[in-house]
């Protein structure tokens, strides 16, 4: 019973609208995060759930009651903040207990709930420490575990994590996973690592300048980015963007064309600006090409840096232009280039690829992963430019299976 | 601060041994130490190796000061033109004035002339102990110092929580609460006894709307002491508040929210989970207040303008200076310092164990 569905939810401050305009409709028991640079909107957002900020415009719905104007503590909802906010004089079971005692439930109550919160949380040897003899970690299932002793509708989440160093942040990942799959409750979980949302979420909000950029699972938010910005923001690292413009059989870029039918798009015609978006890992070298469907003719390039990750290596490479042929007259040029980044790409390739810096290679791109926007709205044109279809129809094909 | 140590340790004795030394103990000695030491860079391997057999050649100031050193820290003889004088002069003027009183206060000496060390006992003590006036200024003292101390605290914490509420004007409600601290005892002293004056002071002529007064808040002697804690409630309050407030700023948003979304009123957020909090700012502002009202002597001197206080306000501090120096009984108002001191040392001893417990000292 824990659906939250925020309608029209504003929410204006004395010069700036942190929230604008946002619909969110949230299942039970689902995980939803909030991701997003920031000053995005998405704490303002959680804060409007949690009752801690009360919205300028619209309503909010917990459970099918509409709470918009109820104080916190009538709301169903626990929170975790992201300075964890454990009270200094209480020790572990006084703070996990704390919201029980308010609400005067039975001590024994209170004994069985902490006891199988610290259970779940593996803290039970910690109830009698004061805070400030936990790690970082321990301090964050507390806090997690005063959460749970609540036995709330939802829970709310603030960036829980980021305080942590970036192992345990890992680690308490794959917790957090587990404790959703053990409880079945609705969590709403902000933060601002696309890493996080993109791993634990069941759908991804993705926010920019307080308005709602693309809500849907991690994969389609990666596969079929609704705009510029998700595109940009979700995957790490990012994908490449090249302007270009729609000509009658390619669309051309400064350093490459790629072979593409505008009929295919409805939304596009000849002279149109798009912006080409392509993933690192759906850049190839040549040689490597061969098991591609439907690969863009070579493009001659040069490597620049390499970023050997183990399982991968990132290789940034400088694009020299399809009709450069005279190689010894056209070194310099590229080397002019590529000092004011123009028309560089960044490519993943095996870890066992022998390329080196400052190598002349030939790289295609996978025309079925390349994406279209449009240059002026941002918005996702096409996601998929052999089999095509607009991103209507390749949306409503992933709706529907 | 280098070119003071260098002049002053050729004169301490050792300046033949000053390389040889360094070389020693430059593996143990702080690099920055070095410098001062001597002219030998810790680097150099041909005068590094025979520093095992540098002691035996050592002159006997030297050694001296070596163990001194052994014994109180690396640099306790070069750091003695620092901290010598200052530690002198406290010693002398504060420490010894202490225990000179001590002595005094065992002595029988009044009016003018020496005192006579050859009898010492503790007369003045057993004599006080039988004085209903230095016990009626005990109970006083206790009754103004924790009285005062409760009051002002729970003014100053309730004034910093409404100031913290993110209210307009705050910089200025601030500053207008603290800035009676900034006056004398004897400004404020002056400004109360005309505000308490019985005909036309406006305390009586504010109650005199309701019906109420006039009171003799300043003749009245069992109403004089709480005229006293309230006028330096007033002085204090805001300092109570600074000190409150400050704690207050130092806990994070967080912990409101958490209360509240936890379901705490805003009374029990705060009675539960802030004022707990501020263990410490109560603390270090109730040692201050305690130390101010045990020395609330300016005042009451300020309010007569002379050493007997309003009947019922007498304390220990004006008793003592109107024994020494209204009635020359210089033993026995020694004997009485040192009660007061007493009672002084039994508030801040058990704070300063506390303050060392948590390594904050």
Redesign the interface.
């Known amino acids: 019973m824990g659906d939250v569905i925020l309608d029209n939810v504003t929410k204006r401050y004395a010069d700036v609208t942190a929230v604008d305009d946002m619909n969110l409709d949230i299942h039970d028991g689902e995980f939803v995060t909030l991701v997003g640079p920031s000053g995005c909107g998405k704490s303002t957002t959680l804060e409007t759930i949690a009752g801690l900020t009360i919205p300028s415009e619209g309503t909010i719905t917990i459970a099918g009651v509409d709470v918009t104007t109820r104080p916190p503590k009538d709301r169903d909802i626990a929170m975790v903040f992201q300075n964890i906010a454990l009270f200094p004089h209480m020790d572990v079971h006084d703070n996990m207990s704390f919201g029980l005692r308010l609400r005067d439930y039975a001590s024994d109550e209170i004994d069985r709930r902490v006891a199988s919160a610290a259970d779940i949380l593996q803290i039970e040897d910690l109830l009698d420490r004061m805070p400030d003899e936990l790690s970082g970690g321990q301090r964050q299932r507390v806090a997690i575990g005063r959460a749970i002793v609540r036995e709330p509708a939802v829970f709310l989440m603030d960036e829980p994590l980021a305080n942590l160093d970036a192992k345990l942040r890992v680690h308490m990942r794959t917790e957090l996973q587990r404790l959703h799959k053990e409880l079945e409750t609705t969590i709403i979980y902000v933060t601002h690592d696309q890493a996080e949302a993109m791993t634990m979420s069941d759908r991804i909000a993705v926010m920019n300048e307080g308005h709602l950029q693309q809500i849907a699972p991690p994969l389609v938010c990666y596969d079929q980015p609704a705009n510029l910005f998700v595109a940009g923001f979700i995957g790490s690292p990012s994908m490449n963007f090249v302007d270009g413009t729609v000509r009658a059989t390619e669309i051309e870029t400064e350093g490459f064309d790629v072979e593409f039918d505008p009929s295919y798009v409805d939304e596009l015609g000849e002279g149109d600006e798009v912006t080409v978006g392509i993933r690192p890992e759906d850049v190839y070298p040549a040689e490597d090409a061969g098991e591609l469907a439907n690969p863009t003719r070579p493009i001659r390039a040069r490597t620049d840096v390499l970023e050997p990750m183990g399982d991968e290596i990132f290789v940034y490479i400088i694009l020299r232009g399809e009709d450069a042929s005279d190689t010894d007259a056209d070194t310099g040029a590229a080397g002019a280039a590529s000092a004011h980044g123009v028309d560089e790409l960044l490519m993943s390739v095996e870890p066992d690829s022998t390329l080196t810096d400052d190598e002349d290679l030939e790289v295609v791109l996978d025309r079925e992963k390349v994406h279209l926007f449009d240059t002026a709205s941002g918005d996702a044109v096409s996601h998929d430019i052999v089999h095509s279809g607009s991103v209507g129809e390749q949306r409503s094909a992933w709706e529907g299976g | 601060m280098r070119d003071i140590l260098s002049t002053l340790i050729p004169r301490l004795g050792r300046s033949g041994t000053d390389s040889d030394r360094s070389d020693a103990e430059t593996s143990e000695r702080p690099a920055s130490d070095r410098s001062v030491d001597g002219d030998v860079s810790a680097g150099d391997p041909a005068v590094r190796a025979d520093g095992g057999v540098t002691d035996q050649r050592r002159s006997t100031p030297g050694r001296v000061i070596d163990a001194v050193d052994d014994r109180f820290g690396s640099d306790f003889v070069e750091s003695l033109p620092f901290w010598g004088p200052p530690f002198l002069l406290m010693g002398l003027f504060v420490y010894g004035a202490i225990v000179w009183n001590l002595l005094i206060s065992l002595t029988d000496f009044t009016n003018f002339g020496s005192p006579d060390y050859s009898d010492l006992d503790f007369e003045m003590y057993t004599r006080a102990l039988s004085d209903s006036g230095v016990i009626s200024a005990t109970a006083n003292t206790f009754i103004l110092t924790i009285a005062f101390t409760v009051a002002t605290l729970v003014v100053g914490l309730c004034l910093a929580i409404l100031i913290d509420r993110g209210i307009r004007f705050e910089n200025t409600f601030r500053t207008i609460y603290l800035l009676p601290m900034s006056l004398s005892f004897v400004v404020t002293a002056q400004f109360w006894l005309w505000m308490y004056n019985v005909n036309n002071g406006i305390l009586n002529i504010a109650i005199g709307v309701f019906g109420a007064g006039p009171i003799d808040w300043i003749g009245n002697p069992s109403v004089v002491l709480w005229a006293v804690v309230l006028a330096l409630l007033w002085q204090f309050s805001g300092y109570a508040m600074v000190v409150y407030l400050a704690g207050l700023r130092a806990i994070?948003t967080?912990?409101y929210?958490?209360?509240?979304?936890?379901?705490?009123s805003t009374l029990?957020m705060y009675w539960?989970?802030i004022i707990?909090?501020l263990?410490g700012a109560t603390i270090s502002a109730a040692v201050v207040l305690m130390v101010f009202a045990l020395k609330a002597f300016d005042f009451l001197y300020s309010l007569v303008s002379g050493y007997r206080p309003p009947n019922g306000a007498d304390i220990l501090a004006t008793k003592m200076v109107r024994e020494s120096y209204g009635n020359l009984n210089w033993a026995y108002g020694a004997a009485i310092a040192i009660i007061l001191f007493a009672l002084a040392l039994a508030i801040i001893g058990p704070y300063l164990v506390y303050e060392y417990r948590r390594g904050h000292l």
């Open positions: 994070p967080e912990h929210e958490a209360a509240q979304v936890d379901g705490a029990k539960r989970v707990p909090q263990k």
